[in-house]
């Protein structure tokens, strides 16, 4: 059965004031939500729009559309290895370069935060980091535009499902029981952290003026991804702004498009994609955690020089491809029309080795040969459906040719096998050859 169409003012108002597409396959449930809701308010569901407008979204009526539109999925440390990332790379940095300089102050903004687990992750990595935290000035701000998920929020209790990333040791020392199989973070979180009901499509509620200046750390991971292509530009553009001069973006993969970002520069740490307000602070530790066990397709850390290729006596360079660490070299260096030249001959000659597919579809992302990289990136999720990278650089080659619903399902995939990764399975576990299959399935239902 088909999904039924939404009045054109509705659509319209939904994504002028959410940004967010009421298209995809929710349709039939907002449709019935959308029923539901006119019947409520007292009119017919093609008089609906006018009424909404009418409206703030912090009204019951719009409540209760974003909360059909929107994702609230969270947990505390989801996916463990994203923030050791994050912890390792930013973070850590950043609190050891300001206790060197006795500039003991962190503003960090983590958008889009659903329930609150997010932030309060962040703080507890901060408050494991930071000796002394009576002497900073440590500013959390958390803001998501759903009114109940910042209620929840702000009370700090959660089912203990919610936890069950999080070892002993950090349940002991930052949650307490609250009954009824539930737990509170701790007093010490909660006042590092504030929330605040906020729209990121909204002008007025996106900027430097949180917390009296710039962030040093942006988290909006997993929300431009929903958003329409034109709001998706223009949020991020917004984040740029908001950051402070040697800041960071964190995103997920789905949504680690150069081109949004620009002029920040792109840093490939693993699972984390970071955007960096000065390319010249790239070089100081960039790398994946050691428990990581996420391939990177490209190392953004300052790499040796390359080797120049070794001439013939008749001065003819060799036919055989480098190896991939030497075009890696070469891609760290922005040599990246001759890495993508050599990756392209080492996988002619070598065409079922999967790290050189990993490495050819992220040179190809970073150049902008969005189609290329996609038939790279389904090549090597299909040599290596145990590698979150590729399916990352999939749904990145997806969502830069406007394959949003296609993006989301393979970013959705990528997450599932980290998860399964971060629990020890194996590269011949289900999970892992359903991933496998994953490029298949996309084929399959787009003729392709």
Known sequence: MTAPDLPPRLADLIAERLGLSASGPHRNILARALTKLAAAIGTEPDQLAEALRARSLSSDEWQALIGVLT????????????FEQIEHNVL????ASR???DRKHLRIWCAGCSTGEEPYTVAMILRRLIADPGSWSINILATDIRREAIATAIGGVYPDHQFRELDEGLMARFCRPAGDRRYSVETELLQMVRFELGNLADVAAVGPHYDGGPYDLIICRNVLMYMIPEMQRRIATRLCGA???EGWIAVSAAEAVAEWFRPLAPVNAGEAILFCNKKSELHHAIKPPRSTKIEVALHWKEPPPPEEPRSTQSGRIPAEPRSLDQIRSLADVGRLDEAAELCREF?????MNGQAAILLAAIQIEVGDYNSALQSARRAVYLEPSSVAALNLLAGALLNLGHTERARRAFAASERLAEDLAAATTPNDPAAQANGAFVDEMDHANGA
Do not use: C, K, Y
Request: proline share 4%; no cysteine; net charge positive.
């Open 71 to 82: 994702v609230g999925e969270t947990r505390f440390l989801r996916q463990r290895t994203w």
């Open 243 to 245: 950051l402070a001069e």
């Open 92 to 95: 850590a940095p950043l609190v």
């Open 347 to 351: 996988v002619r000659q070598d065409n």
């Open 99 to 101: 206790a060197r300089l």
